[in-house]
C-alpha cells in the first residue's frame, strides 16, 4: 500500500497562501489523493481529492506533480482557522477493500 | 447534518471491562474503518470492513475486535479494557468509489 510523508509542522502568516507538501512516491496508478484536516478534538474533515489533474475547490487547490508521486496542498488565503493538523492519505485498494491510510499529517500553525 | 454516528463522546471504564464503541452511518456505505488517534502518532487503522459480517485487521488490531452485523452499524469491542486503550476512537465510512469519506466526531475513551 502506497505510504505519504509530511513534514511534522509548518508556520504560516495570516492572509497569505498556505503550501502544504506530501510525498507518495509509491502510489499506484488507480490511487487517489485525498487531504483532510484535524481541528482539536474533532473528527477529520475532507478537504479535496484528485487523481492526476489538479483540483480546486471552495476551500483550496490540490496539484499534483506529473509523475504523482508529490503533491501539494494550497491554502490560497490563510485564515486562524485553519489551523489545524493537516492529513495527505492515498486510497489503497486491494482484494479486501479500500482501505485509507494516513500518513503523519503536518500541524499548520497560521499566525496573526 | 451528521452522517456518521458514534454512540459516545466521552466514557470512563475499568481495566478489565469489556467495552463497546458503537458506530452507524445513514449513506449505505459498504466501507467502514476503525482509527484510534493518539498524541505524537496521527491516526492508524485498527480494522476495517468493506461488507457485512467481514472484516480485516489493520496496522493494531491486537486488543480488538469488531462487528458488522448491519451494514449500517460496525461495533469496535474491547474485551478486557487496559490503561494503554485510552485514547480517541474515530470511526470512518467510504462508499465503494472512494470518493466520499466521513469521520464522525470521535469517542474519547479513558480507562483507568
Known amino acids: 500500500d502506497a505510504k505519504t510523508t509530511q513534514p511534522t509542522s509548518m508556520d504560516c502568516a495570516e492572509g497569505r497562501a498556505a503550501n502544504l507538501p506530501c510525498n507518495h512516491s509509491?502510489?499506484?496508478?488507480?490511487?487517489?489523493v485525498y487531504w483532510y484536516r484535524q481541528i482539536h478534538s474533532q473528527g477529520p474533515q475532507y478537504i479535496i481529492h484528485g487523481l492526476k489533474n489538479n483540483e480546486t475547490n471552495e476551500m483550496a487547490s490540490l496539484i499534483i506533480t506529473e509523475d504523482r508521486k508529490s503533491s501539494t496542498l494550497i491554502l490560497p488565503h490563510a485564515t486562524l482557522r485553519d489551523t489545524a493538523v493537516y492529513y495527505c492519505i492515498v486510497r489503497s485498494s486491494n482484494n479486501a477493500g479500500n482501505m485509507l491510510t494516513f500518513g503523519g499529517g503536518t500541524r499548520l500553525m497560521v499566525k496573526p | 447534518d451528521v452522517k456518521v454516528t458514534q454512540s459516545s463522546r466521552y466514557l470512563v471504564k475499568r481495566t478489565g471491562e469489556k467495552v463497546f464503541l458503537e458506530c452507524v452511518q445513514d449513506m449505505d456505505h459498504e466501507n467502514m474503518f476503525w482509527y484510534r488517534q493518539d498524541p505524537g502518532l496521527g491516526l492508524r487503522l485498527i480494522y476495517f470492513s468493506y461488507d457485512v459480517k467481514m472484516k480485516e485487521k489493520g496496522d493494531i488490531p491486537e486488543g480488538y475486535s469488531v462487528s458488522r452485523e448491519k451494514k449500517e452499524r460496525f461495533s469496535l469491542i474491547l474485551e478486557s479494557a487496559s490503561t494503554n486503550q485510552t485514547s480517541m476512537y474515530l470511526c470512518a465510512s467510504m462508499d465503494y468509489s472512494g470518493n466520499t469519506i466521513y469521520f464522525g466526531e470521535g469517542s474519547w475513551l479513558t480507562v483507568v
Open positions: 509509491t502510489i499506484s496508478g488507480n490511487e487517489y
